[in-house]
Every structure is written in structure tokens, then in C-alpha cells.
């Protein structure tokens, strides 16, 4: 049976997800850690076609922060493998689909085989539109920041010229529109490093579900809560006695 697709008021242009919970998604099934990462894994496939079908247009999924370096060796190996075979089996299909890989961090961190396939990657679907699918892969907001400030100091940026514009055009993401939502999976309350400067307005949807679980109808459900919030971006809601409306969010 064909699922029919859900009429939205609004979409987010751009969705990102904190996708947590695999290591205890796998710990209640008595499975090493690894087990859920590769569930979660599966789960990627599912929610990229859900996002096309709901028109989304950015969608930023956070695989690998800078501090996940310092998870055991087996771990962080294994993660690295997962990412190499997601490459392996999922481009051709995801080029096909129109989508456009991009990835923000440290490619450098990767070995030169694996670096070369994510770049191949991202050059064989630079043209394409129907979705950006960015990948956060040794990526942590502190960093990039970190980053764009020695690049305009290299850059001999004058004090004059820094201002908020100038910020965004040296972060990772300086192509891409800030999120408009942010989904957290398994409950956690915290940014952990993640579009730090870029969240500033960004909507916040957390379930208590973990990643591998979570489907195409609990990204529904966060798109139709997204749809409800009312962002004012610390302004007030428009007045109904204000002819002019008054509102930018
Ligand atoms: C956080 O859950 C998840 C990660 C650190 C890895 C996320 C990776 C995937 C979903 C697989 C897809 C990966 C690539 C490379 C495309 P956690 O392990 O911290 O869970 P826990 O808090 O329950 O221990």
C-alpha cells in the first residue's frame, strides 16, 4: 500500500537532526553499539526519500561530531566503515534522485581513500536540486568557528568588515540556509556542538524515540508541530489591531 502524502501549512526548508540513541536503541537489545549505529543506518534511506516527498530542501544530519574521535577504536572504526559504505551504496541511487551531497567538518580528518570518495561524491551531484544533503562528519560548531576566525585573520579581514554576513560566508554551511528546525532523537535536552551560530532561531523538536526507530510518520509529526510554532525571531506576534501586521516570523 501506497502511503498518500500528508498536506503540510509550512515546511522547514531546511531540517536538521541530532540522530541519537543508536548505543541504547542497541543496549536494550543486547547488541554491541555498532548494531545500532547500523540500524540507524538503515533509517537514513527512509527519512532522505520522506524529506523529498515533503519538499524539504535542506536536510543536515549530524553523523560524527569532532568529540566522537574519542569513542573507542572499535567504535570510531566501525563509523568510519559505515560512512564508507553508505558511500559505496547509496550515491548512484541518491544521484539518480536528484540529490546533492555536501559535507561539513573536517574531510582531512579521513583517510585519503575515503576523502577521495566523499569528494567524488560531492562532485558527481553538485548540479543536482530536489535536495542538499549536507554531512556533518568530524563536525562540531566550537571548531567551526574556531576556523572561520584564523581564516579571516589569514585573510586580513579589517575590523571594519566583520559583521554578521561576514561570519556566515566563513563557516562550513556558508552556502546553505539556516536550519528552520532542528530534530533531537532519545530524549537528550542539549545542542552538543551542533550549528551552533546557525541555530539562533532554529525551532527545536525532541522525541524520546531513538534514531533507528524513528520513521517517516514521526518526521510527519515534526513537520505538523514545526507548522504550529509561531516564530517571531524576538519580535512580537502581529497585533490584530496593527493595520500594518507588524511581524517578521
Ligand atoms: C549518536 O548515538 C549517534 C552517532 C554518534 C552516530 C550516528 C550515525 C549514524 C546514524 C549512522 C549513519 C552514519 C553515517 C556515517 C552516514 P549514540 O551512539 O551517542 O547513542 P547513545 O547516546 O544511545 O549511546
Known sequence: MTESTPVFEIIPAHVAIIMDGNGRWAAARGLPRLAGHRAGTENLRRIIDASIEFGIRHLTLYAFSTENWGRPR???????SILQEV?????????????????????EHLSPGLRTKVNE??????????LSLNLAF????????VCAVRQMIEDGIEIEQVDESLVNNYLFTKDIPDPDLIIRTSGEMRISNFLIWQSAYSEWYITPTFWPDFDRQQLIIALQEYARRDRRYGRISPSPCDPDGGDAG
Open 87 to 107: 558511500i559505496d551504496r547509496e550515491v548512484k541511487d541518491l544521484h539518480e534522485n536528484g540529490v546533492r551531497l555536501r559535507h561539513i567538518g573536517h574531510l
Open 74 to 80: 572499535e567504535e570510531v572504526d566501525g563509523l568510519l
Open 121 to 130: 561524491a560531492i562532485e558527481l551531484t553538485k548540479n543536482n536540486d530536489r
Open 138 to 145: 568530524s563536525y562540531g560548531g566550537r571548531d567551526e568557528i
